[in-house]
């Protein structure tokens, strides 16, 4: 039976509110089979996506393998920080956590995509996506809003 | 007005079949207004998203500052290959082209988001998605498969 794409039509039952978790997580030993797999750059790290499973992409961040492997074993998205050169447990600093629903790799193995349950917004300006410099005939316009006030997000 | 959010519910109305390619190009110098304020990584690139309509998530790849031109300029969208370190012309040998439906640029201008009419397949392996590798409690297993065979897609 093809595990994901059960979980991949139940995903998109998901609404923003009620989500329903649906993600298990492997075993350690099969986790770190599937981290073997996965080709890491130079910097050690693979591109992250987060997608809601209203099918909104919400943000593309970095993940080395602990930062996978974290968010492969605990169901809680993890990323790693380029700029802190650290592990970013999503969330941490302003609640917005990211709860895992499903999580795919692509083709060539170096990009994982993951469908995710929100809390609050994904981007750091308190926009629900990080996607949001659109590209008009008159340049780059805003395509949305801060949903939360910056100071709101890291204030508390 | 919010050009691209018009756009964007607009696109999202598009269903795969009967696509209408809204993308109206800017002229030259907004592209290069644009392209000044991308934050391309040490190797001169960055992440490029590719997403259907329907909201499934296609691709993932990279551009550098002449294929992010190309794309804006044109509609049609334009990669930078990481292993033939050239130009890569989504479709141009395979026939799988990408038309640009709407861009958005992330927050750290270091990402774009394309909502696309894809003809055809994404993925190298006939695969509608490059994102099929679905992680299961019992490892990796596939979430979908090949729509056209490889040879198809490359053999003509």
């Not at 039952?13 to 770190?32: E, H, K, N």
């Not at 593309?60 to 809680?76: K, P, S, Y």
Request: proline share 4%; aromatic share 8%.
């Amino acid at each position: 039976m093809q595990w994901t794409a059960a979980f991949g039509s139940l995903a998109r039952l998901v609404s923003r509110g009620d989500a329903f978790v649906t993600y298990v997580p492997p075993a350690p030993s099969i986790v770190d089979d599937i981290i073997a797999q996965v080709k890491f750059d130079a910097n050690g790290l693979i591109s992250a996506l987060a997608q809601a499973p209203d099918g909104v992409v919400l943000m593309l961040a970095w993940m080395n393998a602990d930062a996978l492997r974290e968010t492969l074993l605990t169901g809680r998205v993890c990323y790693w920080s380029r700029s802190r050169q650290k592990l970013w447990r999503k969330g941490e600093t302003s609640g917005q956590q990211q709860k895992l629903i499903e999580a795919r790799l692509d083709c060539d193995m170096d990009a994982v995509l993951m469908i995710v349950d929100q809390t609050g917004v994904a981007c750091h300006t308190g926009r629900r996506s990080c996607f949001y410099h659109g590209v008009t005939p008159d340049g780059l316009r805003d395509t949305s809003q801060p949903e939360i006030s910056a100071e709101e997000l890291y204030g508390r």
